[in-house]
């Protein structure tokens, strides 16, 4: 499965397609004495070109929420299905979140959000 990173800047993304990317090659973060609490949550749209099929899949980010609680990198961990992750991507770059904190003083941090992807009838 390839990597993708987003890269967020106040007024758009850009998704780059990374072979040999891992968590550890990005840029390093604090650990937090409170964790960011998403504010906002936006679902992921389930793919039209599969609503007759019916299927499932699993997506696993990581996204990197800045000391201002907005989306600032978002990587694919692992996905059961690639035709759900664009639709992923772009549901996780727009959560918001109250940021994270250590010593009081807002701080940048990973967090992985987990998206399941299953038609309702």
């Known amino acids: 499965m ?36 998403p504010i906002l949550k936006v679902e992921p ?22 000391k201002t609680g907005n989306v600032r990198k978002v990587v694919i961990l692992s996905s059961t299905n690639v035709l759900f992750n664009r639709s992923a991507l772009k549901a996780a770059a727009m959560w918001k979140f109250r940021p994270a904190t250590l010593n009081g003083m807002p701080v940048n941090v990973w967090v992985t959000i987990p998206f399941r992807f299953r038609l309702h009838h």
């Open 45 to 66: 749209e389930y793919p039209y070109s599969l609503e007759s099929s019916d299927v499932t899949g699993d997506v696993f980010l990581k996204v990197l929420v800045t």
């Open 2 to 37: 390839e990597n993708v990173v987003i890269r967020m800047s106040d007024t758009q993304a850009e998704v780059l397609n990374v072979d040999s990317l891992s968590v550890a090659d990005l840029p390093d973060t604090v650990a937090a004495e409170i964790e960011p609490k």
